[in-house]
Structure formats: structure tokens, C-alpha cells
């Protein structure tokens, strides 16, 4: 790209163009000049600012992901790679049993981590987000009480609430039975029905206060001029926030939408704690992170593994992910080319 | 006027009740980090009867919590400097030069954002055995490093790009190299761009769990949540010592948390927000 | 990088010119409950054998083979390696990460029975991979003081043991601790209760040579008798962990315990006053001896690509020898799988009386080969049955389906 004298570039005012050089190797010599130009210097320290960063995100994020989906399409034995053999891969993970049902019932899964998750997470943070806006006595404390557990690892949430809601001695089903609900006492996280919505239920607690903020932030940024013109007009306070305030929330809200799909599909850590990597009992807590975990990692009871099952895992949840955030951050732009 | 008076104790009510969902089950594994396991079946609300702090003593040298403590440290800043570092050059390049391919590079920066690193954990995975850098922390911190590039591109480039457009001129013509232009002018009017930038990073590679998961097993290595989960593992029987490993786990981010609470939320936030 | 520093630092250290570094050997297991143990053999071990330094190191059991494997194939791991036996040990025997040993280098090996020595050999190449450590039976673990309490004595039918379990529950007893939520936990509870009923032995060869499948009606019904204890499990019993589990039984809230030999050590341990014995699962008529499930639980191995093998292999051999075999038995009340260890611990002669009549158990010992596993299978498919949201005959269709994938006799059927 640059010149490639290494002087100093940018330094001292510009240098005259030097004549091309003459002599017997005048014929392989390349016309350039004797010092760097300005643009030459310039280009030169682009290189050296983009060039690290481009190196390192290139080699550590696009070149796995590139690579993921190239895997897809060999044969593995153990970490070995063997021929090319196609889609065999995918026909695999469709067709045999039980591939194809545990593929279809931990998307199933996904999806519905992702509809629960919008119900009692997202649609919660929107109310809360609302209430703190009107700048309640002490809403500054509840700001910060309501993200503290985003802070928390994962580790110490899935812990500390697979204790709680253990069946015989945890708190949860104490409690209600010192309520005297006794009867709605289960084995939240061992009953196949329960199970996923219990956990689902656990991560929005911990998760909560991330929309919340981002909503309340969005809340924040509607221009008092609009909403005093509502009111002046004589709105009510609930048809100024419907149809003033949300309409400006827009951008907020898929940005929350598309990062809650983002997360619900790549959901690991949570169900890998709690249930453990079988994603039970009865694969009911299975979900495609975990899927694809074991197939790469070794099962359970054998570390057994299929790398190319689980790499065309893979390439399914890339192509459901890019494919829906395209999507979403194309939908965003439109929204905010309109209300601007 | 009269319709806002009447929700206002119904709000506070809402938001009372969903600080106790909050706060309740971290006080009550506080608490149950000083009870005796039998303690903790028998009266899980109470006040514990004596404050047994030595399960946390236990916990601190049963399961080598200072040495995960301190893997965790330097891991985190490494892959933060890494970030900053790398991620300022760039978004200094991106936001101030004019040049063919500009707007494609700072594409495929934030193509990074929406793209799950996890799906490529095998190729990854190999790719670090083929560098011999698997068990070692820097497999940890040149990933960490890539999948912070794009957060810190798209912060600091807008930074950038926002600041006065003659500045550079004007230096340049006193006859600064490029370098210290960049270095005593730019960047420390975007200061508060970079702790936004390190803040929205910080959380999630100190809590993270997957990549130390998958690169690294020797015990010496391993970062507080994976450390954690070994640890809890071999005491799953012994709940006292559970709830103050889990106690100990949190109290550190919990601690800078309320500390800091500001800057956090506006850090953490600020992949959701623009600026 | 790394390398260089450390090699800087042992040339500055004057001591190191005079005295050779420990060499330092990893063991990693999954024998988290048992680490007090290996830790004081490894003492007596260390003390034959200054200059060598080994650190127990055990994981979860359920993360054992998912985290071993992952290290192996990045080139990592332990020196000495706790492995399994049969499958569990063929995956990574044949995918060379074990060192194989043979008489020469381990000639305590000769001594041991072939029964043991099976379960160390890769099924592909017949060489020996490691030196088996213990054999495991499951058994029926009761509360001593419970069954006195309620006036019940060990049970010599399956119709005794369900009138047991009744006059416990009604005394207000859980009478079986175990939980379905851990898929293994229910396999262990099928190999307690379903070999008197399919046969044992008998049937065992029946499968593996490929002359019926899982779906033959001796095997579902078998299974289907594990639905006959639900009743008297844990109301709760579909969340119960094996944490919780063994929380019930050593608190005393329950009164019976089925799981494997392995457990002896660890509930004395974990409760002295607790006064238990065990009893092998009755049998559908009373007077025949029961059967019980048994198998080599592991083996002892060497990374192939351990910087140490003198070292390692000192300590294997340390593993094997009589000395060793008798302080694990006597610390773990464990059966080693080394000949001629003398069992003095009471409960673990009862249960090497009751492994004269033992059959292999099913799924660890005839099909971990290749995935999907018949333990994996049957683990998620009988919590299903146990969930009430499959029959036993499902169960067994599930099993077979899902083996057909590499057990060729299964296919079609």
C-alpha cells in the first residue's frame, strides 16, 4: 500500500517528488518517489492503527466462524479431519435417530425460552422502566437494586437458585408450604413439564434489570416538547405514553427483541449448571447450546464426540442468527430513517 | 393530576416487591453462607444461631480462592488493555481518515456484534492447540480480546468521529507525527468513551464461563467461575460451604458494583444505546 | 514464552544445579468423595519415592468425561489418568491418548483376574490400557435402625419388599431415597431391580450377541417394575439429585438407598452414627438367590503423552501392588481389583457374598462402544417412563432404535 521508505512519515513538510532513478537496473526499478508523500505517510500509519485490530478479530472471530462452517462438510474422527464428504453431516443430524428429534426438540426449546423470556422478562421491564420514569421517591436507589443481578455470574445465579428450588430441603417449596401452599410444592426443576419455564424463569430474574434500564434510558429521551403538546392537546397520561412514548421507543425495543432472540438461541451456561449437560430430565431442558456442547465435547457418560454433527449444529444456528439480526438491523434502520 | 396520585403508591408498591424479588434470595444466601448445613434445612429464613465465618475461610483455602481471584485479575485487565488499546487505534483510523474501504472495515468490525463466537468454539479450539496456547491464559485473552474489538470500534469510532474536525489540522501543521497526534490530542478527549468501553467488557469476561470452560484445565489457571464450579462440585453435599462459595464468588463485582454503580449501568447499557 | 522463563529461572536457581526439581505428576478422577484417600496412598507413595510429586485432582462426575476428553484433544491433561472401563475406556484408548501396558512393564498385571483384566482392554487391539482398581456392585442400602423401628426385616420376595416399603411409608420413612432427576441415578436403580426379572446373566448374552433387543417383553417387563416403587420414592422424586439422594439417606428421612458399593465409604464417613447394611433387590419368588449387577469400574491409565513416564509408571505400578489394593479397600471399603486384598469391613463381605451370583451391568458393560450409548438411551427414556410419559415398551423401542446406529443385530428389528 505505502511507499516503503521507512522514513518517518508525516514528519517535516511535504518532499519534492525525486527523480526516478537511473542505471543498469533502471528496467526492474518501480517509479516512486525518494520520500513518502503525504498521502503515502498517511497511508502508512492507517496500516499500522488498522492493522492489529483487523489481525486479531480476523484470525480469533472470523476465521473460527468461517472455519465452523467449512467443518460441517468432513468427516471427523475424534479431532482428526477426514475427507470431504458434503451434507452428510446435515442428512445425519435430520434424518437418524435420535439426532433429528433431540434437533427438534431443543429448537423447540429455544423457542420457547425466547416467547417466555419476552412475556415475563422484557414486557416486566417495560412496566418497571415506565414507573421509574416518572421519577418516583427513590428511584435512583431502585436503579441500582434492579441491575445488581446482571452483574452476577451465572455461575453464582444457577447455583444459588438450583439449591433454592431443590424439591426436599430447598427454600422455595418451604415457603410455600409455610404459606400454606403446600400443594403447589413440586419438583420445579425435575418435573418435565416445569422444568424449562422454571429455568427460563430463573435467567429473567437475572436478567431483568438490563432491559429495564435500556427501555427506561429510551423513555428518558422523548423530548419533553412532545409530551407536554399531548398533554396540552388533552391527552391522557396513558394515551400520551401509547401514543407518544411508544412510538419512540421503537429502536429501544428491537434492540432488546433481537438481543433477547440472540440470547435465548445461544443459551448455554444457565441450563449447563443447573441441569447439567444432558439438558434433563428427559431432555426437557435441552437447548441447541447444550446440543451442541455435547456433541463436540463427549456425552456425558463416554465423552464420546461427533464434530461433525456438531458443527452442522453449528452452522444452523449461524444461519438462524445472522439471518434474523440481519433482518432486525435492517427493520431499525428503516424505523429510524422515518422518525427522524 | 388526581389519576397520577393514585398510581404513584401502586408504583411504589410494584417497584417495593420487585426489590424484594431482587434482594431476598442474595440476603438470604448471605445468610446461609454463616449457618451449619443442618442449620440450613432445618431454618432457612432465620438469622443464622452463630456466625460460623470459618466456611469462609474454608472456601478460601479449600478452594484456592485467592489464586482464581488473582487468574481472574490479570486475565480481565490483559484482555481490557488488549481492547483499548487495539480498539482505539482503530476506531481513531475509521473515524477520522477518509479512505477506500472505510465504511466496508467498520462493517465488518460490528458484523462481530451480532455474530455468536461460540458456534466457532471448535475451530477455535484447535486453532489455540495449533499455537500451543491451549491451557495457557492467553488463549483466554487474545479471544476475549477479538470479540471486544467490535464493541470498542463502534463506541470509539462515533467518538471520534465527533470530535472538532480541524483539531488534527491544527496540529499537524505545527509539525506533530502522526503518532503523537493521535496519542496527546485524540485520545484523551475520548477518556470517557474508553471507560464505557471497559465497563461494557469488564462484566462479561469476568463472569464468563464458557471459553475458560473449553481452554483451560490445569487447576493454577482457572478463573473464578470455572474455579467455582470444580469447587462445587467435589462440596455438592456440604450446602454451608456452597452458599459461602457462592457468597465469596459474588462479593468482589457486587462490591465495585454498588461502588460504581453509575458508571456500570451506562457501560453495560451502552451496546443497547447509542452513546 | 512460558518455557523460556521457567528455563531462566532454573539456571538462576542455585539449588537447582544441585538437586533435581520434583517431578510433578497430575491424576485426575471422578472420584471427588474419595480424594482423602488417594490422598494419604499417595503420601506412602511419595515417601518411597522422593522426587516424585502427585496431586489428586477430582471433578464432578457428571463433567468427568465431557472435560477429559476436551483436554486430551487439546493435547493436555493429567499424567495418570482415572478411567473408566469397557466403552468408557475404548474411546480414548482407541484414539491413542492412553499408554498401553503389558506384562513386561507392569508384571503385577499377571496376577490379576481375567475378569478385571477385560475391562482394561481396547476392544479393537485386545492391548491393556490400564491397571483396574475396583469392582462395583449394586446394591439395596437400608437404615439398620429404621427397619427396626417400623419392624420390617430385609425382604426376600418382590412382594415382601413392596409390603416393606408400604409399612415404611406409613410410618411416616421415605422408604427408597432415590430421584430421577440425574439420568444415571435411574440406571443404577434399573440395575438394582431388573435383573432378577430379565434374567440375568442369561439374557445379558442374549442381547450382546444380538439374539433379541431391548424390545424383547422379558426386558420392558422388567423395567416396568421400577413403576411399582414409584409410590414409595420421594413424593418430589422426579427433582431429587444424587446430592439430595444421599442428603436423605444419611439424614435418616429415608430409609433405603439403591445405588453401587462405592457408596459404603462415603456414608460412614459422612455420618458415623449411621447404622446401615445392604441386601441385593429381591427376586420376583422368594428362595432364589438374587442376582445383582456388577462391572470393573476403572482402570488406572497413563496420557500417552505424559513428559514423565518413568515417573508414571512407578505410580502405576505402585497401583497394583497388594499394599495398595488393601489400604484402598480398607480406607474406601471399596472392593479393589487387586488379588488378593483381605475384606475386613462387614458390609462389604456381605457384598462380595452376594457378587457369587453377578451378571454384568447392562448398559455400562455391553453398550458404551459407540453413540449414542445404550446408557445414554436408557438414562433420558427412563426418566420418561418414570415422568409417567412413556411405557416400558417405548422405552425398550427408544433403546433398540437408537443402538441400530452401530449395533448391527439391532437393526430391523
Given at each position: 500500500m505505502p511507499g516503503s521508505n521507512r522514513s518517518a512519515a508525516g514528519s517535516g513538510p511535504r518532499r519534492a517528488e525525486a527523480p526516478p532513478p537511473s542505471g543498469a537496473l533502471?528496467?526492474?526499478?518501480?517509479?516512486?518517489?525518494?520520500?513518502?508523500?503525504?498521502?503515502?505517510?498517511?497511508?502508512?500509519w492507517l496500516v499500522i492503527f488498522l492493522a492489529p485490530a483487523t489481525a486479531l478479530f480476523a484470525l480469533f472471530t472470523t476465521y473460527p466462524i468461517v472455519s465452523a462452517l467449512v467443518y460441517s462438510l468432513y468427516r471427523w474422527e475424534g479431532i482428526g479431519r477426514r475427507e470431504l464428504v458434503g451434507l452428510e453431516n446435515f442428512v445425519r443430524l435430520f434424518t437418524t435417530f435420535p439426532y433429528s428429534?433431540?434437533?427438534?426438540?431443543?429448537?423447540?426449546?429455544?423457542?420457547?425460552?425466547?416467547?417466555?423470556?419476552?412475556?415475563?422478562?422484557?414486557?416486566?421491564?417495560?412496566?418497571?422502566?415506565?414507573?421509574?420514569?416518572?421519577?418516583?421517591?427513590?428511584?435512583?436507589?431502585?436503579?441500582?437494586?434492579?441491575?445488581?443481578?446482571?452483574?452476577?455470574?451465572l455461575i453464582i445465579v444457577g447455583f444459588l437458585w438450583a439449591l433454592f428450588l431443590n424439591p426436599v430441603f430447598g427454600i422455595v417449596n418451604q415457603l410455600l408450604a409455610t404459606l400454606g401452599l403446600a400443594a403447589l410444592a413440586r419438583p420445579?426443576?425435575?418435573?418435565?413439564?416445569?422444568?424449562?419455564?422454571?429455568?427460563?424463569?430463573?435467567?429473567?430474574?437475572?436478567?431483568?434489570?438490563?432491559?429495564?434500564?435500556?427501555?427506561?434510558?429510551?423513555?428518558?429521551?422523548?423530548?419533553?416538547?412532545?409530551?407536554?403538546?399531548?398533554?396540552?392537546?388533552?391527552?391522557?397520561?396513558?394515551?400520551?405514553?401509547?401514543?407518544?412514548?411508544?412510538?419512540?421507543?421503537?429502536s429501544a425495543v428491537t434492540i432488546i427483541v433481537l438481543l433477547t432472540f440472540i440470547g435465548s438461541f445461544n443459551w448455554f451456561e444457565l441450563p449447563y449448571?443447573?441441569?447439567?449437560?444432558?439438558?434433563?430430565?428427559?431432555?426437557?431442558?435441552?437447548?441447541?447450546?447444550?446440543?451442541?456442547?455435547?456433541?463436540?465435547?463427549?456425552?456425558?457418560?463416554?465423552?464420546?464426540?461427533?464434530?461433525?454433527?456438531?458443527?452442522?449444529?453449528?452452522?444452523?444456528?449461524?444461519?438462524?442468527?445472522?439471518?434474523?439480526?440481519?433482518?432486525?438491523?435492517?427493520?431499525?434502520?428503516?424505523?429510524?430513517?422515518?422518525?427522524? | 393530576?388526581?389519576?397520577?396520585?393514585?398510581?404513584?403508591?401502586?408504583?411504589?408498591?410494584?417497584?417495593?416487591?420487585?426489590?424484594?424479588?431482587?434482594?431476598?434470595?442474595?440476603?438470604?444466601?448471605?445468610?446461609?453462607?454463616?449457618?451449619?448445613?443442618?442449620?440450613?434445612?432445618?431454618?432457612?429464613?432465620?438469622?443464622?444461631?452463630?456466625?460460623?465465618?470459618?466456611?469462609?475461610?474454608?472456601?478460601?483455602?479449600?478452594?484456592?480462592?485467592?489464586?482464581?481471584?488473582?487468574?481472574?485479575?490479570?486475565?480481565?485487565?490483559?484482555?481490557?488493555?488488549?481492547?483499548?488499546?487495539?480498539?482505539?487505534?482503530?476506531?481513531?483510523?475509521l473515524g477520522r481518515f477518509r479512505f477506500g474501504g472505510n465504511d466496508l472495515l467498520?462493517?465488518?468490525?460490528?458484523?462481530?456484534?451480532?455474530?455468536?463466537?461460540?458456534?466457532?468454539?471448535?475451530?477455535?479450539?484447535?486453532?489455540?492447540?495449533?499455537?500451543?496456547?491451549?491451557?495457557?491464559?492467553?488463549?483466554?485473552?487474545?479471544?476475549?480480546?477479538?470479540?471486544?474489538?467490535?464493541?470498542?470500534?463502534?463506541?470509539?469510532?462515533?467518538?471520534?468521529?465527533?470530535?472538532?474536525?480541524?483539531?488534527?489540522?491544527?496540529?499537524?501543521?505545527?509539525?506533530?507525527?502522526?503518532?503523537?497526534?493521535?496519542?496527546?490530542?485524540?485520545?484523551?478527549?475520548?477518556r470517557p468513551a474508553l471507560i464505557i468501553v471497559a465497563v461494557y467488557n469488564l462484566i462479561p469476561i469476568w463472569n464468563d464461563f464458557f471459553f475458560p470452560l473449553v481452554f483451560i484445565h490445569s487447576d493454577r489457571l482457572k478463573t473464578v467461575p470455572l474455579g467455582m464450579t470444580a469447587f462445587f462440585g467435589q462440596y455438592y453435599t456440604d450446602w454451608a460451604t456452597l452458599f459461602a462459595g457462592l457468597t465469596l464468588a459474588a462479593l468482589p463485582v457486587v462490591a465495585l458494583y454498588v461502588l460504581l454503580s453509575q458508571h456500570f449501568i451506562r457501560g453495560l447499557t451502552a451496546g443497547a444505546l447509542k452513546g | 514464552m512460558g518455557l523460556v522463563v521457567c528455563l531462566c529461572v532454573a539456571t538462576l536457581d542455585p539449588g537447582a544445579v544441585t538437586a533435581q526439581p520434583p517431578v510433578k505428576l497430575t491424576f485426575w478422577s471422578w472420584r471427588v468423595e474419595d480424594k482423602w484417600a488417594y490422598d494419604k496412598m499417595i503420601q506412602v507413595f511419595e515417601q518411597r519415592n522422593p522426587g516424585i510429586q502427585v496431586e489428586f485432582v477430582p471433578f464432578k462426575q457428571t463433567e468427568y468425561n465431557t472435560i477429559l476428553s476436551s483436554a486430551l484433544t487439546g493435547g493436555k491433561g493429567p499424567d495418570i489418568i482415572?478411567?473408566?472401563?469397557?466403552?468408557?475406556?475404548?474411546?480414548?484408548?482407541?484414539?491413542?491418548f492412553v499408554a498401553p501396558l503389558d506384562f513386561d512393564t507392569v508384571p503385577e498385571l499377571k496376577t490379576f483376574s481375567r475378569q478385571m483384566l477385560d475391562g482394561a482392554r481396547g476392544r479393537k487391539d485386545g492391548k491393556l490400557y490400564g491397571v483396574p482398581f475396583a469392582s462395583q456392585t449394586i446394591v439395596v442400602y437400608y437404615n439398620k435402625k429404621i427397619f427396626a423401628q417400623a419392624g420390617v426385616s430385609i425382604p426376600k420376595s418382590w412382594d415382601e419388599f413392596l409390603s416393606v416399603c408400604k409399612?415404611?411409608?406409613?410410618?411416616?420413612?421415605?422408604?427408597?431415597?432415590?430421584?430421577?432427576?440425574?439420568?444415571?441415578?435411574?440406571?443404577?436403580?434399573?440395575?438394582?431391580?431388573?435383573?432378577?426379572?430379565?434374567?440375568?446373566?442369561?439374557?445379558?448374552?442374549?442381547?450382546?450377541?444380538?439374539?433379541?433387543?431391548?424390545?424383547?417383553?422379558?426386558?420392558?417387563?422388567?423395567?416396568?417394575?421400577?413403576?411399582?416403587?414409584?409410590?414409595?420414592?420421594?413424593?418430589?422424586?422426579?427433582?431429587?439429585?444424587?446430592?439430595?439422594?444421599?442428603?436423605?439417606?444419611?439424614?435418616?428421612?429415608?430409609a433405603m438407598f439403591m445405588g453401587g458399593s462405592w457408596e459404603i465409604g462415603f456414608f460412614k464417613a459422612q455420618n458415623k452414627a449411621l447404622d446401615f447394611d445392604v441386601f441385593a433387590t429381591p427376586p420376583l419368588r422368594g428362595g432364589q438367590v438374587p442376582w445383582v449387577s456388577s462391572f470393573n469400574d476403572g482402570n488406572y491409565g497413563i496420557n500417552a503423552r505424559t513428559p514423565s513416564l518413568d515417573a508414571a509408571l512407578k505410580f502405576i505400578r505402585f497401583t497394583a501392588t497388594r499394599e495398595f489394593g488393601q489400604m484402598f479397600t480398607d480406607m474406601l471399603a471399596q472392593t479393589s481389583a487387586v488379588p488378593g486384598v483381605v475384606i475386613t469391613d462387614p458390609i462389604l463381605k456381605h457384598v462380595q457374598e452376594m457378587n457369587r451370583k453377578a451378571t454384568p451391568y447392562m448398559m455400562l458393560v455391553g453398550f458404551r462402544w459407540q453413540a449414542p450409548t445404550g446408557s445414554t438411551l436408557l438414562q433420558s427414556a427412563l426418566q420418561g417412563m418414570m415422568a409417567g410419559q412413556e411405557t416400558p415398551e417405548q422405552v425398550g423401542d427408544e433403546v433398540t432404535r437408537g443402538l441400530s446406529a452401530w449395533f448391527e443385530p439391532f437393526r430391523g428389528r
Open positions: 533502471t528496467r526492474f526499478a518501480r517509479p516512486r518517489s525518494r520520500g513518502l508523500t503525504r498521502r503515502g505517510s498517511q497511508r502508512l428429534q433431540l434437533l427438534l426438540n431443543a429448537f423447540w426449546h429455544n423457542v420457547v425460552v425466547f416467547v417466555v423470556t419476552m412475556l415475563a422478562q422484557n414486557a416486566v421491564a417495560l412496566g418497571l422502566a415506565l414507573l421509574l420514569a416518572r421519577g418516583p421517591w427513590g428511584a435512583k436507589v431502585y436503579r441500582v437494586i434492579f441491575f445488581l443481578p446482571v452483574t452476577l455470574s420445579w426443576l425435575g418435573d418435565t413439564h416445569t422444568a424449562l419455564v422454571t429455568l427460563t424463569l430463573v435467567n429473567a430474574w437475572r436478567w431483568l434489570g438490563f432491559p429495564t434500564i435500556v427501555f427506561l434510558a429510551g423513555i428518558n429521551a422523548v423530548p419533553d416538547e412532545y409530551l407536554e403538546a399531548a398533554r396540552l392537546d388533552g391527552a391522557t397520561e396513558w394515551q400520551v405514553t401509547r401514543h407518544v412514548v411508544f412510538p419512540l421507543l421503537a449448571i443447573v441441569q447439567g449437560v444432558s439438558g434433563g430430565p428427559n431432555r426437557s431442558t435441552d437447548v441447541l447450546g447444550l446440543f451442541f456442547y455435547r456433541m463436540a465435547f463427549g456425552e456425558v457418560d463416554t465423552g464420546l464426540q461427533d464434530i461433525g454433527v456438531g458443527s452442522a449444529i453449528a452452522v444452523l444456528m449461524f444461519i438462524l442468527l445472522v439471518t434474523v439480526s440481519v433482518f432486525a438491523a435492517g427493520w431499525l434502520r428503516r424505523r429510524e430513517v422515518e422518525l427522524a | 393530576m388526581t389519576k397520577r396520585t393514585l398510581w404513584m403508591p401502586l408504583g411504589q408498591l410494584v417497584l417495593a416487591l420487585n426489590s424484594v424479588v431482587v434482594l431476598v434470595p442474595l440476603l438470604i444466601m448471605v445468610l446461609s453462607a454463616f449457618k451449619n448445613t443442618r442449620e440450613i434445612f432445618q431454618n432457612p429464613f432465620g438469622l443464622p444461631v452463630v456466625w460460623r465465618w470459618e466456611n469462609f475461610t474454608r472456601v478460601w483455602v479449600e478452594a484456592k480462592f485467592a489464586l482464581y481471584f488473582r487468574n481472574s485479575v490479570v486475565i480481565t485487565l490483559a484482555s481490557i488493555v488488549v481492547i483499548l488499546v487495539l480498539g482505539a487505534m482503530a476506531g481513531y483510523a467498520y462493517l465488518y468490525f460490528l458484523s462481530g456484534l451480532m455474530l455468536p463466537l461460540r458456534l466457532g468454539i471448535i475451530p477455535l479450539f484447535i486453532l489455540m492447540r495449533n499455537l500451543r496456547l491451549l491451557d495457557t491464559p492467553w488463549a483466554l485473552i487474545l479471544t476475549y480480546a477479538a470479540s471486544g474489538l467490535p464493541s470498542a470500534v463502534f463506541i470509539l469510532t462515533g467518538f471520534f468521529r465527533a470530535l472538532p474536525s480541524d483539531l488534527d489540522s491544527a496540529a499537524r501543521i505545527d509539525g506533530a507525527s502522526e503518532w503523537l497526534i493521535y496519542r496527546r490530542v485524540m485520545l484523551p478527549l475520548v | 482415572h478411567l473408566r472401563a469397557y466403552g468408557g475406556l475404548e474411546t480414548f484408548s482407541a484414539a491413542g409399612t415404611l411409608k406409613d410410618k411416616g420413612v421415605v422408604p427408597i431415597a432415590n430421584g430421577a432427576k440425574e439420568g444415571w441415578t435411574l440406571e443404577l436403580m434399573a440395575g438394582a431391580v431388573a435383573p432378577n426379572f430379565y434374567g440375568g446373566t442369561v439374557f445379558y448374552d442374549a442381547v450382546t450377541s444380538g439374539h433379541t433387543s431391548f424390545k424383547d417383553p422379558t426386558y420392558t417387563n422388567a423395567l416396568a417394575r421400577m413403576l411399582d416403587l414409584r409410590p414409595y420414592m420421594h413424593p418430589n422424586f422426579m427433582g431429587v439429585d444424587y446430592a439430595t439422594m444421599q442428603q436423605l439417606f444419611l439424614n435418616e428421612q429415608a
